[in-house]
Structures are given as structure tokens and as C-alpha cells.
């Protein structure tokens, strides 16, 4: 149980475009899911949390305009990464929890390569 | 505010032998203690958590770790390192309401013959 999955797993895109991410818990409702950002051999740092129905709340630094999130359903929520840059380049997880003090499962990321 | 140091970037032990990654917390309130595990281009397994109750907390692949309130640790150990047991580690702390999980830097651990 607790499974998390994320699409696409690898993305390449131009400078400029848009790219969504889409992050489905599969077996259980997600009251609360999370974005974080990982850099090459460091650790995650959060981006952004996001409750079922609400707006996201953003980390200090997030640019909100450029990191959309939206979190419709208790299963999806998705990332979109508007307007890319080649400094956007990064693996972007996932996680989910039922809320509350629940643990958070993760999914397997996205590598997003902006050229 | 929480914080988490993971002393050691960088852990090599030989296969058979005990693997020991450390993780020191600091926390204003009582903390949820956790070790995730990743391996290369994929997202985070949960290895254990500690949350209330018994200090040591047994996980999986023979993974353990205890929760020493007196040192603000929470190391990991498994007793005999196998070549898959080769990785990312991660200890992360939350509370104070919510989640929302604070990660240390990690440990690279490799399993060498």
C-alpha cells in the first residue's frame, strides 16, 4: 500500500515552455501532498505543500507564478513549471500523505531538462 | 525550527561489516524521526520512523535505529552491509503540527567486497 507515482519521468523541453507534472496517490486518499526540488548530490528542499481543495503554500524563495500548483482531488495533484529556464533543470518529487501527522510516501521523481 | 546533521557524507564499510549513519536532530518540539532511502534517479523509500513509544525502532532490509533523546540522535544501523544496501540515505525530522518534513544533507553509503 502507500504507493505514489509520478508522470512524466523524464521530461526535456525549450527555454520557455511550460511543463505540468502530474502526482497520483494510487491506493490511498492523499489529504496533503508535497513538492520538493533535488539538486545533483544534495538534499531535497521543499517547494511547496499542498492541501486537497486549497491553495498551495509556497516556501520562501518559491516563485508561486512559476511553480504552479494544483492540487484538485485527493489522488492528483499536479507541478507546472511555467515559462522554463535552463536553471529550472532539477529532479522534482513528490510525496503524499493522508494528512495530519501521517508519514509521507514518495514518488519516484521527474528529471525536467530545460535546454 | 528543526534541523537535522548527518555527520559524514560519504560512508564506506566492506560487505559483512555494520553499517553506521549518523543523525543528529534538533527540534523545539518532540519530534517524528525518519531514515528514507534513495536509490539512483528514483524518489524516497521509507526505511523507519520513530514517532512515540519504543525508542528502537526496527525497519526493513535489517535496518534499525534508536532514538536517544538525551544526545538528540537517531542513528541508523544494520549489523552486516549487503552490495544492494549501497546508497543515498536521508534522516528527516517533523513536528510542531503538520508534517512538513526537514531532511539532513545525506549519507552516501557504498558497500564495497
Known amino acids: 500500500g502507500a504507493v505514489v507515482s509520478q508522470h512524466p519521468s523524464r521530461v526535456i523541453c525549450k527555454s520557455g515552455t511550460s511543463v505540468k507534472i502530474e502526482c497520483r496517490s494510487l491506493d490511498f486518499q492523499a489529504t496533503t501532498m508535497f513538492w520538493y526540488r533535488q539538486f545533483p548530490k544534495q538534499s531535497l528542499m521543499l517547494m511547496a505543500t499542498?492541501?486537497?481543495?486549497?491553495?498551495?503554500?509556497?516556501e520562501q524563495g518559491v516563485e508561486k507564478d512559476k511553480f504552479l500548483i494544483n492540487h484538485a482531488s485527493l489522488t492528483l495533484s499536479t507541478l507546472t513549471v511555467t515559462s522554463a529556464h535552463p536553471e529550472d533543470s532539477s529532479f522534482y518529487i513528490c510525496s503524499a500523505s493522508r494528512g495530519g501527522i501521517d508519514t509521507q510516501y514518495f514518488g519516484p521523481g521527474t528529471r525536467l531538462t530545460v535546454l | 525550527a528543526q534541523s537535522v546533521t548527518q555527520l559524514g557524507s560519504h560512508v564506506s564499510v566492506s560487505e559483512g561489516a555494520l553499517v553506521l549513519l549518523r543523525c543528529n536532530y534538533s527540534s523545539s518540539v518532540p519530534p517524528y524521526l525518519f531514515w528514507y532511502v534513495q536509490y539512483p534517479n528514483q524518489g524516497l523509500q521509507l526505511l523507519l520512523k520513530?514517532?512515540?513509544?519504543?525508542?528502537l525502532v526496527k525497519g526493513i532490509n535489517g535496518f534499525e535505529a534508536e532514538f536517544k533523546k538525551s544526545e538528540t540522535s537517531f542513528h541508523l544501523t544494520k549489523p552486516s552491509a549487503h552490495m544492494s544496501d549501497a546508497a543515498e540515505y536521508f534522516c528527516?525530522?517533523?513536528?510542531?503540527?503538520?508534517?512538513?518534513?526537514?531532511f539532513g544533507t545525506g549519507t552516501q553509503l557504498k558497500v564495497e567486497l
Open positions: 520513530y514517532t512515540t513509544g519504543a525508542t
Open positions: 499542498s492541501n486537497e481543495g486549497s491553495k498551495a503554500t509556497y
Open positions: 528527516a525530522v517533523s513536528g510542531g503540527g503538520g508534517n512538513k518534513l526537514t
